[in-house]
């Protein structure tokens, strides 16, 4: 992942000259580590344990605020959903304040945002183009000086994004709906693909552990639903049922209520709950007699699935990535070397990001297979690095020797994005892959090992999860389900 370190002098000297202030990190040092290597290594632990990417269009993300022991894996999991590479004209954070209460929304236009990580650019042009387009906003920079829920977010983004990025950074000072849908209806313009929306906010606060996990739960499903009027009406009805220590049950109301006004109506969007968490799921400092509840859920932009758009490669493109894969084992096991791919000789297919594994196997039986789920890059750039992990990065076998590469049998497998399944009823054998995750422990089965080995759906599961999962032969019951499918070719099927 980039690391980003702080910007020079030189450059807060043309900031100063230009009569601008940058926002200096308030809770550094508090909610997340002050030190820049020490919270590289946090986030990277972060999103080691969070929820894998399963959304393949996201265009708004609500993501907690808490210290990082806390909210930290749910909030990567949120993150987590993004594609890196991808390249966003702006991302519009939008977060309500927790230290004062005014008119409207605040967006800061003094100058950048700082993080142990570096500078995080604001956009300045449009931020004073929105101040003056819109009664609502202000530019009432003290909102931003001490406020903890808007800043927590950044450095997921500079850890996560791979490329420059600029945010709008919106703090939200009203108590009001109506001032909400004003705001919602001065960015409307701006939710779609080419934005990110991040929505700061936390859940209940204070209840106990099983108070919260129950009230949290009607929360989430009232924004799911995607009508601002059953979030009001939710947030009413929790607020009425006395529960002891209930300070709220959305503290980020406002600003998800905000998201809600943009995204009503719109059929192409979904909501999608990504991950729960409260304080009390904290092993270090966790108490359960008082929690805060933290969700991850995801706003997304419908695709077709590649079976709708007919999604396929001929026998051209096939013979093209088992070569790709081959080329890069016969030159990597003896040598290191990774042999250059002249990208403008290869189809707009192969240049698409997808999901893949690669399968080797010696005299029949299996002698490696990695892959990954989430697309992070052109499918033939995944292949070439997934046949060099199958060849020497499986630890549950011994490295591809040179004497056995002209022996391997090699096998490539495109997939579709992860899918969480409620009930095992919506698992198809032969058809589906599974992941399981539980806790830290996560393994997977492809669609064709079911076909392979001649299992029911029990042994499928039970085998994935004791022999790959490591969570025992039940363990799958009561872990987070996913299905996949995937585009199944070896150098045996290609002419």
Not at 53 to 79: K, L
Not at 98 to 104: E, T
Not at 161 to 189: E, R, V, Y
Not at 397 to 426: A, G, H, Q, Y
Request: hydrophobic share 35%; aromatic share 10%.
């Amino acid at each position: 992942m980039p690391f980003f370190f702080g910007s020079n002098g030189s450059s807060q000297d043309k900031n100063s000259e230009a009569g601008l202030v940058d926002r200096q990190p308030a809770v550094a040092g508090q909610f997340y580590s002050s030190d820049p290597v020490q919270l590289q290594t946090d986030l990277s632990v972060l999103f080691s344990k969070a929820v894998p990417r399963q959304t393949s269009n996201p265009i708004a993300i609500i993501s907690p605020h808490a210290g990082y022991v806390f909210s930290g894996e749910v909030a990567a999991s949120s993150f987590n959903q993004l594609d890196p590479d991808k390249k966003y004209e702006n991302i519009f954070i939008l977060a309500s304040s927790h230290r004062m209460s005014f008119d409207g929304a605040s967006i800061y236009n003094k100058g950048d945002y700082i993080t142990p990580l570096g500078k995080v650019k604001v956009n300045l042009d449009l931020a004073n183009q929105l101040l003056k387009d819109n009664p609502v906003f202000t530019a009432k920079s003290d909102a931003h000086t001490s406020e903890h829920s808007l800043e927590v977010q950044l450095p997921f983004l500079q850890y996560k994004l791979k490329n420059d990025f600029q945010i709008i950074p919106i703090i939200l000072g009203t108590q009001s709906p109506s001032a909400s849908k004003k705001i919602a209806d001065a960015l409307m313009p701006y939710l779609n693909e080419k934005n990110l929306f991040v929505i700061s906010s936390d859940f209940s606060h204070y209840p106990s552990y099983e108070d919260a996990a129950a009230i949290d739960k009607i929360t989430a499903d009232a924004i799911i639903k995607n009508s601002p009027a059953i979030l009001l009406k939710a947030l009413e009805n929790n607020e009425s049922k006395g529960i002891d220590d209930l300070a709220t049950s959305l503290c980020g109301w406002t600003s998800v209520l905000s998201l809600l006004y943009m995204t009503e109506g719109r059929k192409d969007l979904s909501y999608k709950e990504i991950q729960y968490q409260n304080s009390g799921d904290s092993k270090t400092y966790g108490d359960k007699d008082r929690v805060v509840g933290y969700y991850s859920i995801v706003v997304e932009k419908a695709m077709p699935s590649q079976k709708e758009v007919g999604f396929s490669l001929d026998e051209q493109e096939k013979a093209t990535l088992l070569k790709i894969a081959r080329q890069t084992i016969e030159d990597y096991v003896p040598d290191g070397k990774v042999p250059g791919i002249d990208e403008k000789t290869l189809s707009a297919k192969l240049r698409q990001p997808f999901g893949a594994f690669v399968t080797l196997k010696l005299d029949g039986q299996l002698k490696g297979c990695i892959g990954r789920f989430e697309a992070t890059g052109p499918l033939f750039e995944l292949v070439q690095q997934m046949a060099i992990a199958a060849s020497t990065q499986d630890s549950r076998f011994l490295p591809v020797t040179e004497n056995e590469i002209d022996e391997l049998e090699i096998e490539i497998s495109v997939l579709t994005p992860l899918r969480k399944i409620s009930s095992i009823d919506e698992f198809e054998l032969g058809k589906h892959g599974i992941y399981m995750k539980k806790g830290y422990s996560s393994g997977t089965f492809l669609p064709q090992v079911a076909l392979e080995t001649g299992w029911n759906t029990e042994e499928f599961l039970g085998h994935c999860a004791r022999d790959k999962a490591g969570i025992g032969w039940d363990g799958w019951k009561n872990a987070d389900l996913y299905v996949y499918e995937a585009f199944v070719f070896g150098e045996g099927d290609v002419k």
